[in-house]
């Protein structure tokens, strides 16, 4: 019995070896190529956006956030993500972050907010992308709290499988140029164009209403306000021929939702009248803006032009009766 006791110890003790240097291999590769910039690690030039993205964008803006300063954050899907941060603090010393996720839903938005509410209370102001589309509660993905398990640590990071696929493929595009999964459209420019209306036109006849996310948008706006934060809400701008077919089919719903977000928060509305709708040579496609105009937006931001934006102020009704009623909802 003692020597059967003892092999199966031994065979233990080899496997738990065995496992510690597996761990260890892949904790080295991830730590080394960094490929979602958490461990601030430069050993390796390597463009780590282009690639770690499309394998897993959660993470990705996770990871960023821990290695960021920064006390204005930007929140949104792939709209409010190409708007660059560089537009909004030139010329000042303010630090901000663009913690925007491609794909994110309304739902996965607020997770993001009560993230980094949890984990870095020194930001102060929360810019926050909230579109007529998104506004569904049919659109509740929930992607970013299933990866937070990734993201808890440096450890849980760095030997997750998540980063060793990713390490891989930075290594990969670094050798030969060649990228595993990639964000570029799979259609070429107007065919993509089409694609989006058909899309977004389709979405926006699916509609089923947004009660429990506008309560849920109601009660992140009021506990931002209890800790004394600036919260500004963005409505982004569309090309105007996606903004007419919208107006069309659901018009009365349209006015209804940004009066209601008028409403609670103050509001910077883009999707109005203006040239900035109007000109589809700065869009890359109806819902996103080429990199010259996003940055201009993201300077409006900071200094409105009342020629493309609307602003106005609002402070939502944060009482208990309110709260306890949208809950109920």
């Known amino acids: 019995m003692r020597k059967t006791c003892k092999t199966y110890q031994t065979y ?13 291999f892949v904790y080295a590769i991830n730590y080394t190529v ?11 030039e390597l463009d780590r956006e282009l690639v770690s993205r499309p394998i897993a964008r959660n993470v990705l803006a996770a990871a960023q956030f821990h290695a960021a300063d920064a006390s204005v954050v930007f929140f949104g899907n792939s709209v409010m993500r190409a708007l660059p941060v560089a537009g909004y603090t030139e010329g000042t010393n303010t630090k901000a972050f663009n913690f925007s996720i491609g794909g994110a839903s309304l739902r996965d938005v607020l997770d993001v907010i009560n993230y980094v509410v949890e984990e870095r209370p020194s930001v102060h102001t929360f810019i926050i992308g909230v579109s007529f589309r998104a506004l569904d509660d049919s659109k509740t993905g929930t992607n970013f709290r299933q990866n937070l398990g990734v993201i808890e640590n440096g450890f849980t990071l760095n030997t997750s499988l998540t980063a060793l696929r990713a390490s891989f493929a930075n290594l990969l595009y670094a050798a030969s140029g060649q990228i595993l999964v990639s964000d570029a459209p799979a259609l070429e420019e107007k065919a993509h164009w089409q694609y989006l209306m058909r899309r977004e036109t389709a979405a926006i006849g699916s509609r089923i209403g947004a009660a429990q996310l506008k309560a849920a948008l109601h009660q992140t706006v009021c506990r931002l306000r209890s800790r004394g934060a600036n919260v500004i809400l963005v409505i982004p701008p569309v090309n105007q021929e996606l903004r007419h077919i919208l107006l069309a089919q659901a018009g009365e719903e ?15 509305d ?34 409105p032009d009342p020629s493309v934006v609307e602003v106005t102020h609002a402070n939502a009704d944060c009482s208990d009766a309110v709260l306890a009623r949208n809950r109920d909802r």
């Open 34 to 44: 960094d490929p979602f910039g958490y461990n601030k690690v430069t050993v390796l």
């Open 254 to 268: 349209y006015h209804a939702f940004k009066a209601w977000l008028k409403g609670i928060a103050t509001v910077y």
């Open 270 to 303: 883009f999707d109005i009248e203006s040239r900035l709708t109007a000109e589809r040579a700065i869009y890359l496609d109806p819902l996103h803006l080429k990199p010259e105009a996003a940055t201009r937006v993201a300077f409006w931001l900071r200094e």
């Open 12 to 24: 233990m003790l080899r496997i738990a070896v065995v496992a510690a240097v597996i761990l260890g």
